[in-house]
T-cell receptor, first 112, second 117 residues
Framework: RKEVEQDPGPFNVPEGATVAFNCTYS??????FFWYRQDCRKEPKLLMSVYSSGNEDGRFTAQLNRASQYISLLIRDSKLSDSATYLC?????????????FGTGTRLTVIP | GAVVSQHPSWVICKSGTSVKIECRSL??????MFWYRQFPKQSLMLMATSNEGSKATYEQGVEKDKFLINHASLTLSTLTVTSAHPEDSSFYIC?????????????FGSGTQLSVL
């Protein structure tokens, strides 16, 4: 079983739509969670960290459900510029090097 | 914010040649850097962890003699793809963290697209 699993999509949504992505993780000891955005042939960039209480940054809302071991990302009022691949990243909590696991990414295309 | 610089951005080389990719942390010291490979429409696959002053830790299935990693200073790690073949063509990307804290975010280099003819 993969450490982190995401629906690869693609999600094709019209401009202005609300879209949500989920990401499940297998290790219950996971401690930190992140959403990264990656444009084609570019490096991933941190979109937001995911806190236990949930957090919001403008049109983006991230939530964590420890009981069900998943995190979510909600994008409201989608813009064309939101088209990208969204990577779920989970830190399984062991201090040190090899403790980050990436999901395969969910591809979003916002259509005019 | 922290910056990680990666060079070159694009490499086209003949089969059998070696290619060196550099990853530099510009405004912080990185005792640990990570090297990933990404094939089209796939996620990042961790290849190895580069440790300053010691040997790199390779992930299962990654040939250490083919992918040589050197982390000679606190701000520079290099990945050398030796005797590159067409199947090594991929997007290689490095990352670094300021600390080992579990909530520390990663800073990524801009990636290197390697094409082996």
């Amino acid at each position: 079983r993969k450490e982190v699993e995401q629906d690869p999509g693609p999600f094709n949504v019209p401009e202005g739509a609300t879209v949500a992505f989920n990401c499940t993780y297998s290790n219950s000891a996971s401690q930190s969670f992140f959403w990264y955005r990656q444009d084609c042939r570019k490096e991933p960039k941190l979109l937001m960290s995911v806190y236990s209480s949930g957090n919001e940054d403008g049109r983006f809302t991230a939530q964590l459900n420890r009981a069900s071991q998943y995190i979510s990302l909600l994008i409201r009022d989608s813009k064309l510029s939101d088209s990208a691949t969204y990577l779920c990243v989970v830190n399984i909590g062991q201090t040190g090097a090899n403790n980050l696991f990436f999901g395969t990414g969910t591809r979003l295309t916002v259509i005019p | 914010g922290a910056v990680v610089s990666q060079h070159p951005s694009w490499v086209i080389c003949k089969s059998g040649t070696s290619v060196k990719i550099e990853c530099r942390s510009l405004d912080f010291q990185a005792t640990t850097m990570f090297w990933y490979r990404q094939f089209p429409k796939q996620s990042l696959m961790l290849m190895a962890t580069s440790n300053e002053g010691s040997k790199a830790t390779y992930e299962q299935g990654v040939e250490k003699d083919k992918f040589l990693i050197n982390h000679a200073s606190l701000t520079l790690s290099t990945l050398t793809v030796t005797s590159a073949h067409p199947e090594d063509s991929s997007f290689y990307i490095c990352s670094a963290r300021r600390s080992r804290a579990t909530n520390e975010k990663l800073f990524f280099g801009s990636g290197t697209q390697l094409s082996v003819l």
